[in-house]
């Protein structure tokens, strides 16, 4: 049984999703994404020679600057920043160009919810723009639980206040992957194809795994769209004479 929800969803139904490649100028890759009336900007920059401090020359470094909508930068961007940090360096072929950082700019342009993955597919969606090798797409879904223990997809601001729990989710747009035994090598965990799982708020075990259940038969329809996309921007190339 589905909860009601204000705007008319069913509870494992996404809102509206957008996607606009190479959408800046001066950058090397870019993409708008919006679900809903959430939007974020993503530029990537680079990869450009040598790395930050602290990090291994003979590897790839990727760096994550997030820019609220105004204001200062506090502590949950912070933790934002850590978590895309981390999710990139998971999809990222890290090898390809060793000793080189490629830093990757999210700007919020305007907040309904959902936020962090709506970064996460931003951030791939420039990545790709911007040529960087990758190992594979990643995509990524939110689920709260709500007070009576209903699991609900994408859930907007509003919703997020009154939630008991959220979990920001982040699967690989495909179980199969060329690079699984370089994955195992490095000690990524791979099943059902998660990247990153992120938590706030109290749940049970059987709650979050509900939620991992849902938002893992959301990612088939997030990764038709961004394939589409990138299909899109593929045959454009093609078409290109010269």
Not at 75 to 96: G, H
Not at 122 to 129: K, M, N, P, T
Not at 148 to 153: S, T, V, W
Not at 189 to 196: P, R
Request: aromatic share 4%.
């Amino acid at each position: 049984m589905d909860e009601k929800r204000e705007d008319g969803r069913s509870a494992t139904q996404l809102r509206p999703l957008s996607c606009t490649r190479s959408v800046l100028n001066r950058a090397h890759g870019s993409a708008s994404f919006s679900q809903g009336e959430t939007k974020i900007l993503a530029a990537v920059y680079g990869p450009k020679a040598g790395t930050k401090k602290n990090e291994n020359p003979e590897k790839a470094c990727i760096e994550v600057i997030w820019k609220p909508k105004s204001g200062q930068i506090g502590k949950a961007e912070k933790e934002y920043e850590m978590i895309l940090k981390r999710t990139l360096q998971n999809i990222c072929l890290l090898n390809v160009h060793p000793n080189t950082t490629t830093s990757i700019i999210i700007q919020v342009v305007n907040d309904d919810g959902s936020l962090l993955p709506c970064a996460i597919n931003a951030a791939c969606s420039a990545l790709v723009d911007a040529g960087i090798p990758l190992k594979y797409l990643a995509v990524a879904i939110s689920c709260c639980l709500s007070k009576h223990e209903y699991c609900i997809l994408d859930p907007n601001k509003l919703e997020e206040e009154k939630m008991k729990a959220l979990v920001s989710l982040v699967f690989r747009n495909s179980i199969l992957s060329v690079c699984d035994e370089e994955s195992k090598q490095e000690g990524e965990s791979i099943e059902n194809g998660m990247i990153t799982s992120v938590t706030h708020g109290v749940m049970t075990v059987n709650n979050y795994f509900q939620c991992l259940e849902q938002g893992h038969a959301a990612i088939k329809p997030l990764s038709n769209f961004l394939r589409k996309k990138l299909q899109w921007k593929v045959q454009s190339d093609v078409s290109v004479p010269g």
